[in-house]
Every structure is written in C-alpha cells, then in structure tokens.
C-alpha cells in the first residue's frame, strides 16, 4: 500500500513540472508582502510613485505615493480615469515589446514608466510608477486638461504644482531598480519552485529504494527464520541483513541532505536578490538623503531658523536612521570587500559581551561564556562583530527576564564554531523556513534586515550558520567555520 501511494505521489509531481510558464501567474512567484515593502520604502526614498499590476491591469500591490494630482483629480473623473488606462495599457505594451523599462508623458502631462515584468521570455505583470516632472508645470496646459477630463481647474493647478521634480536621469534609474528588483524576485521564486518539485522527485526516489530495502530486509529475516538451525546459511543472511541495514541508513541521510540543501539554496537564493537590490537601489536612495541632510544641518546652524531647531533635529535622526537601514542593505551584496586578518574569535567575544551587558542592563538578562580554546582564524573583526551583536541581540530580546543567554565556542571535527542559546519562546516551524529572508520580521517595526545579514556574513567567510529551535523552550544558533579559513 505505501510503495503504491510513493509511486502515485511522484506521478503527481512529475504533472506538476509539466506545466507551462503560460499557466504561472505573478502572483504565484512574487511575494506581494515582501515587493510591497520594497516598493513602499522606494517610493519614499526615491519620490517617485509605483504599483504592480498583472497582465490584465489589476493592482498585485497598493499605490505606493500616488500624488494628490493623480489621485484626488485626474482619477476622481470618469474620463481621467480612462484616460490613464489608456495611457498605462500604451506604455507597458511598449515596455513588453522592447523588453525593458520604458519612460513616457501620460495623457496629464506627468512623467511616468513601465517596466516589464518577464519569466522565461514571458510577461508576467507590470511595474508601472513616475508621477514626477522634470521642469516647471505650464499652467495653461494644465488647465486645458482640467477642462477635458473634468475637474477642479484651480485644485488641479495647486495640485500640480505640488509635483515632485526629478531629472529623466534620475526617472530611468527608479525604473531600473524596481525592473531588477521585480524580475529578480519572480526568476528566483520561479526557480526555486521548480527545483523543489525536481527534489520531491529525487526524495520520492529515494523513499522508494527505501522501501524496497525494507521488503527486502523482511525477506531475509523470513528466510533466515526458516534456516535458523543451518549455522552458516544464517551467518551469511546477517551479513546480507546488515548491508541492508547501511543502505536503508544511507537513503535516509541522503533524503536528510537533499532537504538541507535545499533550504540552504532557496536561503541563498533570497538573499541573492537582496543584495542585486543593494547594488542597484543603495547609491540612489543615499546620494539624495546626503544632499537634503546636509541642507538641514546648514539650517540647524543658523539663527533665524532657531525656533525649528527641534523639528530639524528630528529630521536629521530619522535621515540617520534611513541611513542605516540603507548600509544594512548595501552589506547584503555579495561582492562586499572583507578586510581578512588571523584573530582568535574568543577575543571578538570577550570585547562584545561588557557592551551587550551594559546595554541590556533594564532587561536583566544574564550573559554567560563558554569558551573553548581555539586556533585562531581568517576573519574580518568588524563583520564577525556585526554578526555576533545581532545574534547575540536577538537571543536577549527573546529571552525573559532573569533568564540566561550563553555563548560558546567550540570544535566539532574539522570545524570551529560559535553557538549563541537562549531561554526565549522559540520560534515557530512556520517562521522558521522563513528566518533570513531578508525584510521578514516578527517584531514590530522591525526592517527584518539582521539575520539576513547574518547569514551573508557566514556565507562571506566560507561558514555555515544552523538555527535549531524548540518552542517555549528556546533557540540556538550556531555559526560553523572551516578550519581552513
């Protein structure tokens, strides 16, 4: 009964890979959380207005900035609204015609883009978005406007002015960003769908060998039962017994590390797309928060602007902040320059734990080492620094109060590691699949950047970082180094 219910389980799958790129829809490979975070975040930074629609114009995410010219004016008529349809449907028919972003007037007068969404040579959805100028508006056109589609002439006017100005530079590179981040997203999510079903084959192959090992140690018991008084026909039926036994053994393991493996690629493949973002999105959204900072700082000096000294500072903070939320997500390119020196980890240890401890002091959380001695390792000081304080963090704020985190280092074959354990609620297995996937959060108002940048940092340094979890018990993660490196 079990081999047959294997046998129609991997027919099953082998239908499921069958189906063509013309059945996929974008919202089977894109997270609509995770683009909507993006997208949100972007338009803020960047000022420019965005949304996903699939192939048929349907929003997949909700307006990120949409301007109060578009919103409350142009779409608010009948004949705007058809008009901007109109004017979207031309410009994602050209973006998917060319195969790439594409920037053009709307029927408003209004800059805006189309980027494709493609999967395997098909289009899939749409990023649309811009709602900028690139010069001072021309009244008169826009209340030749006003008067076509039907609305406020002077509220349009207001509303127009109120635009943000941006460079066609400036317009095109926004568009190239969420064009990369999109089309990253889906081919990954694609990709990995497709090789999880070629591993549900792989695993039903393997449970199959593993239960024809089981028929076939069975047998043998029977037969060894039925020649239990020939003495060496049952030596050689153990014998035989035995190999089965190591290869059910073996099957399973397989079976284990195919499954691990295919975690740890889908893990990489998320934070891949993350640091594509980086390199595309970093230098874009910080060039701009420069400038403005820098304005506000100048004002912060002078006199005359003394009674906002309050509210200026309070930008100035909240700039910082974007700031380093922007070198979190710049730390999660691959091609990050590490600066490699031969350092005893026990010492990186010794030098955090007095900080974490006065930081945590309100918590009362108690913080213990381990430590195990060591040969010393390939390592850039500031990166395994970053590493341990975020995973050292996360183990405190889990933990109750009163409760213990420890820190140890150890050997474990030809491998050093470092674990960090906790006395918090543990994680759920839901979570757990998800933890690393960078912008996942189970906190509030948290940006879900530290464990995936933990995990780069591992992967950097030719590591491997396990997180074991039991619920309302507690977690442990673990940070495994070649001794080599």
Excluded: W
């Amino acid at each position: 009964m079990t081999q047959n219910r294997a046998a129609l389980d991997y027919s099953n799958t082998e239908e499921e890979m069958n189906v063509t790129i013309h059945d996929i829809k974008l919202a089977d490979v894109i997270d609509i959380d995770i683009i909507q975070r993006l997208q949100d975040d972007f338009a803020k930074g960047v000022g420019v207005a965005s949304i996903v629609v699939d192939l048929d114009g349907n929003p997949v995410t909700h307006p990120s900035s949409y301007t109060s010219f578009c919103m409350n004016y142009t779409h608010a008529t009948e004949a705007g609204d058809k008009r901007c349809a109109k004017s979207h449907r031309k410009g994602g028919e050209e973006a998917a015609r060319l195969g790439k972003p594409v920037i053009y007037e709307c029927h408003a007068g209004l800059i805006d883009f189309a980027a494709p969404i493609i999967l395997e040579g098909r289009q899939i959805g749409t990023v649309l978005g811009g709602q900028v100028l690139t010069g001072m508006p021309n009244e008169e056109k826009y209340r030749k406007v006003a008067q076509e589609i039907g609305t406020d002439e002077e509220g349009y006017i207001k509303a127009v002015k109120e635009i943000r100005q941006l460079s066609r530079e400036s317009v095109e590179a926004a568009a190239n960003v969420l064009y990369i981040v999109a089309n990253s997203m889906s081919t990954i999510e694609y990709n990995q769908q497709r090789l999880v079903k070629r591993s549900k084959i792989m695993s039903y192959s393997v449970d199959e060998i593993y239960l024809a090992m089981q028929h076939m140690e069975k047998f043998i018991k029977k037969v060894k039962d039925d020649h239990s008084g020939a003495e060496k026909k049952s030596d050689n039926i153990d014998i035989i017994a035995n190999k089965i036994n190591e290869v059910i053994k073996l099957t399973k393991c397989i079976a284990t590390m195919m499954d691990k493996q295919n975690q740890e690629m889908s893990r990489l493949d998320r934070l891949n797309v993350a640091g594509k973002m980086a390199i595309s999105i970093g230098h874009e959204v910080r060039n701009p928060l420069t400038t403005v900072r820098g304005f506000l700082q100048f004002f912060h000096t002078k006199p005359e602007f003394s009674k906002y000294a309050g509210d200026l500072g309070l930008m100035i903070e909240e700039l910082d902040s974007a700031n380093s939320i922007i070198s979190e997500i710049l730390s999660l390119a691959e091609n990050r320059k590490l600066n490699l020196k031969i350092l005893d980890l026990n010492q990186i240890i010794k030098k955090i734990v007095p900080r974490l401890q006065e930081e945590f002091r309100c918590k009362q959380v108690q913080i213990e080492s381990e430590l195990e001695t060591l040969p010393r390792l390939l390592l850039d000081e500031k990166e395994i620094e970053k590493l341990i304080l975020n995973l050292v963090t996360n183990a405190i704020e889990a933990t109750r109060n009163n409760g213990i985190v420890t820190i140890k280092t150890f050997r474990r074959d030809q491998q050093l590691g470092i674990s960090i354990c906790d006395e918090g609620y543990g994680i759920s297995k839901e979570n757990l699949e998800k933890i690393g996937t960078p912008f996942f959060s189970t906190k509030f108002q948290r940006k879900g950047l530290g464990l995936a940048v933990c995990y780069r940092i591992a992967e950097r340094h030719a590591a491997s970082l396990h997180i074991h979890s039991t619920k309302d018990i507690g977690t442990t993660v673990e940070v495994l180094f070649n001794h080599s490196t």
